[in-house]
Nanobody, 121 residues
Framework: QVQLVESGGGLVQTGGSLRLTCAAS????????MGWFRQAPGKEREFVAE????????TYADSVTGRFTISRDNAKNTVDLQMNSLKSEDTAVYYC??????????????WGQGTQVTVSS
């Protein structure tokens, strides 16, 4: 059974940092591209960052470029999201997701339950 479990969310002040971790029970984890998405209250879920399955190529939303870093550890089946210089608009539930490496970016098939990140001023 595939499971994605996020951890590391919490309350942080503006300008602070948090590190989210997603532990994935996926067969052949290294064959999956992994992504982070978020959903703020009253808004649609949006893409945050992705790391590819093959060469670890990273992609970021414009709103987080230069502040967030996605990384993966294929030996541990984990993917992290380091978030620095946090802003109030980063407040959201953050979700980890996985898609087969050869699939399209809009074809994420596995999702975690989410972890709350709250940035206070």
């Amino acid at each position: 059974q595939v499971q994605l479990v996020e951890s590391g969310g919490g309350l942080v002040q503006t300008g602070g940092s948090l590190r989210l971790t997603c532990a994935a029970s996926l067969p052949a984890f290294s064959a999956y591209s992994m992504g982070w998405f978020r959903q703020a209250p009253g808004k649609e879920r949006e893409f945050v960052a992705e790391i590819s399955w093959s060469r670890g190529i990273t992609t970021y939303a414009d709103s987080v470029t230069g502040r967030f870093t996605i990384s993966r550890d294929n030996a541990k089946n984990t993917v992290d999201l380091q978030m620095n210089s946090l802003k109030s608009e980063d407040t959201a539930v953050y979700y980890c997701a996985a898609r087969a490496g050869w699939s399209r970016p809009d074809q994420y098939e596995y999702w975690g339950q989410g972890t709350q990140v709250t940035v206070s001023s």
